[in-house]
């Protein structure tokens, strides 16, 4: 399938259809993590205005597809919780309206979670996904409340994870570990899976500048972590869920090098072509910006930057991907080259460890896949 545009030489593939929509519609936010990548420098107190959200929706839905994705990021998005259930029922209401599918995911940290914001995402069949890095050492180190106020945020999630009533609401966690914390990855993902959250994703800071001890350490856990994986299935434990992993078994969401299924919007209504953009100044994110949701997106720009990203990357950085038997299931290179770029350190240093840390979580998963194919709980849990 493809979708002409303007000049009939330029042409959006399939591939490079949006079915994903994230809605950056807050730059507010209560902590300063250590490894965010948004920029809200000049930002901090801005949220996007209510019509431009919904114009954004609709021109997100005019896209081919009936199945879709809408992201609630920040910032921290349930800062502007009234406006992001507003914003959550038109969306829902107009999918209805068009046959679309939809899925619908709030991206917080979980510090101002209410029990009415757990009923609503349970009503409404939300998926909530909970900035969780481990134990309270790792946690706090990594995500603190601005300006060091406020406590522990640690113990205030757990504290929130005890006495809420989640309806069976189903929770995600996005686990982040840094060349720092690497070496306590397998405590933390054991300490998550004891708490019962359906899925644990578990993801690098790519963007860190690793060093080859601290890959050598990723290698060594990353073995335990597949025998502590494995033996949960086979001896018939509480299990998580990891949506990399479920790629793998289940042949879905490849070739991230490829493919762009997703469309950026900021809390001034611009749209991107690359999350990473947020990462910039205001001044910098610029020539990724591809239309904005009051004049509509520019397809063809769109479709161009991809390409010239695609072609910077083979040539500058000289990672040789079509050799890599890891290719299918690798991490977005698009916005790793576009962070680095922008930031001048962009070397080849940076991208044979981006190659290395990836490619060591990817063999691992692909053992654990190997290893559980005939599971039945494995089996189960994954439905391939």
Not at 240 to 250: A, E, G, T
Request: net charge positive; aromatic share 12%.
């Amino acid at each position: 399938m493809v979708i002409l545009k303007k000049n009939p030489n330029q042409i959006i593939k399939a591939h490079d259809t949006p079915h994903a929509l994230n809605l950056f519609f807050t730059a507010k936010c209560n902590l300063n993590c250590s490894y965010c990548f948004v920029n809200k420098s000049g930002q901090e107190n801005v949220t996007i205005d209510e019509k431009l959200i919904k114009k954004s929706i609709n021109r997100f839905f005019k896209y081919p597809g009936k199945k879709k994705l809408i992201s609630f990021n920040g910032g921290e998005p349930l800062l502007e919780w009234s406006i992001l259930k507003r914003m959550h029922l038109y969306a829902s209401q107009e999918a209805r309206k068009l046959g679309i599918f939809l899925d619908i995911v709030v991206v917080s940290n979980g510090t101002l979670i209410t029990q009415d914001m757990i009923d609503f995402f349970a009503e409404y069949k939300t998926i909530l996904k909970i900035s969780i890095d481990g134990n309270k050492q790792t946690h706090d180190k990594q995500r603190p409340f601005i300006n060091k106020k406020g406590g522990s945020v640690f113990d205030l999630l757990m504290k929130k994870m005890q006495q809420m009533n989640w309806k069976n609401l189903p929770v995600a966690v996005s686990m982040v570990f840094t060349p720092e914390s690497v070496d306590k990855l397998n405590e933390n993902i054991m300490f998550l899976s004891k708490q019962n959250f359906s899925f644990i994703e578990i993801y690098p800071d790519v963007h860190a500048r690793w060093k080859r001890a601290e890959i050598a350490k990723l290698k060594t856990v990353l073995k335990k972590f597949e025998k502590y994986y494995i033996s949960s299935f086979k001896n018939n434990k509480l299990n998580f869920k990891n949506s990399l992993l479920d790629s793998i078994v289940n042949d879905v969401n490849l070739y991230k090098t490829r493919n762009c299924p997703n469309i950026q919007i900021d809390c001034l209504g611009n749209f991107y072509v690359c999350d990473k953009a947020m990462s910039l100044s205001m001044t910098n994110r610029g020539k990724y910006v591809v239309g904005s949701a009051a004049k509509g997106i520019d397809d063809v720009k769109r479709l161009k930057i991809l390409n010239c990203l695609r072609e910077e990357i083979a040539m500058s950085c000289n990672l040789k991907c079509e050799n890599c038997k890891y290719e299918k299931y690798c991490f977005c290179q698009l916005g790793s080259y576009i962070y680095q770029k922008n930031s001048a350190s962009g070397d080849a240093e940076f991208w044979y460890n981006f190659c290395q840390v990836s490619g060591l979580i990817i063999g691992s998963y692909l053992a654990i896949a190997e290893k559980l194919k005939y599971n039945e709980k494995f089996v189960e849990l994954y439905r391939f």
